[in-house]
């Protein structure tokens, strides 16, 4: 999201150990990110599933960053945010997909997964003013909070709250877009059923990214993956 709700920013004292770990690694691992390749080629392959990043350098390269601030190689063949606020999008359009990605926070970390808009062309008001954002946001606002699709529909919070998974460990989407319609499923459990009618806004065909919020949000991604879908 663009506007982060008022709410408390925890500090280091009030993290699980294991978002200590997480944060610990991160910090490690920024500065050797530029010279290391980690070794990702075992991932396990999904039946046709194309792999968009798999934690190597080269897949990211594939990507192409629009605003300020990077997404650098972390640890477990991830990617994490860091700085500014940007759109890191895959330049190809896909029209009927899934989509699956696995993320973490580490603290009250803001992210999200962007669908269904042009090339950015430079802008990265392209993906809010023209697509959709599957948020990632701790924020108890149903409408801008992990799950919704970004002030259009909320979350099923009950079911959000039942499926997400803490500070510092993965949680999973599974992003169907079909039909004008997006369904996502977070750690297999169905979150948000949303119906596009936003002329201005078309799912037949578009990109998707990765939104880099800013320069205090560090949002890990890795495992990402898509199954073009056949009419």
């Given at each position: 999201?663009?506007?982060?709700?008022?709410?408390?920013?925890?500090?280091?004292?009030?993290?699980?150990?294991?978002?200590?770990?997480?944060?610990?690694?991160?910090?490690?691992?920024?500065?050797?990110?530029?010279?290391?390749?980690?070794?990702?080629?075992?991932?396990?392959?999904?039946?046709?599933?194309?792999?968009?990043?798999?934690?190597?350098?080269?897949?990211?390269?594939?990507?192409?960053?629009?605003?300020?601030?990077?997404?650098?190689?972390?640890?477990?063949?991830?990617?994490?945010?860091?700085g500014g606020m940007g759109l890191?999008?895959?330049?190809?359009?896909?029209?009927?997909?899934?989509?699956?990605?696995?993320?973490?926070?580490?603290?009250?970390?803001?992210?999200?997964?962007?669908?269904?808009?042009?090339?950015?062309?430079?802008?990265?008001?392209?993906?809010?003013?023209?697509?959709?954002?599957?948020?990632?946001?701790?924020?108890?606002?149903?409408?801008?909070?992990?799950?919704?699709?970004?002030?259009?529909?909320?979350?099923?919070?009950?079911?959000?709250?039942?499926?997400?998974?803490?500070?510092?460990?993965?949680?999973?989407?599974?992003?169907?877009?079909?039909?004008?319609?997006?369904?996502?499923?977070?750690?297999?459990?169905?979150?948000?059923?949303?119906?596009?009618?936003?002329?201005?806004?078309?799912?037949?065909?578009?990109?998707?990214?990765?939104?880099?919020?800013?320069?205090?949000?560090?949002?890990?991604?890795?495992?990402?993956?898509?199954?073009?879908?056949?009419?």
């Amino acid at each position: 999201m663009l506007r982060r709700p008022q709410h408390r920013r925890r500090g280091l004292r009030d993290l699980s150990g294991a978002a200590l770990a997480l944060l610990a690694v991160t910090v490690t691992l920024s500065a050797c990110a530029a010279t290391e390749e980690p070794d990702c080629a075992d991932r396990a392959e999904e039946p046709g599933y194309r792999v968009l990043f798999d934690g190597s350098r080269s897949s990211l390269e594939q990507w192409q960053m629009t605003g300020p601030g990077t997404f650098e190689l972390s640890s477990g063949c991830s990617m994490v945010t860091s700085g500014g606020m940007g759109l890191l999008w895959y330049p190809e359009e896909f029209e009927d997909y899934i989509l699956t990605l696995d993320w973490a926070i580490t603290d009250d970390d803001n992210s999200g997964v962007f669908v269904g808009f042009p090339d950015p062309e430079g802008d990265v008001w392209t993906a809010v003013n023209h697509g959709y954002e599957i948020q990632i946001d701790p924020s108890d606002s149903p409408e801008r909070t992990t799950g919704s699709i970004y002030t259009f529909q909320g979350a099923d919070i009950q079911a959000r709250d039942q499926a997400v998974n803490p500070p510092g460990e993965w949680n999973s989407y599974r992003i169907i877009v079909r039909d004008g319609r997006i369904q996502v499923d977070l750690n297999g459990t169905l979150v948000n059923d949303f119906t596009s009618d936003d002329p201005g806004r078309d799912l037949s065909s578009g990109r998707i990214g990765l939104q880099n919020h800013g320069e205090h949000d560090a949002v890990h991604f890795r495992n990402v993956r898509i199954l073009e879908l056949t009419s």
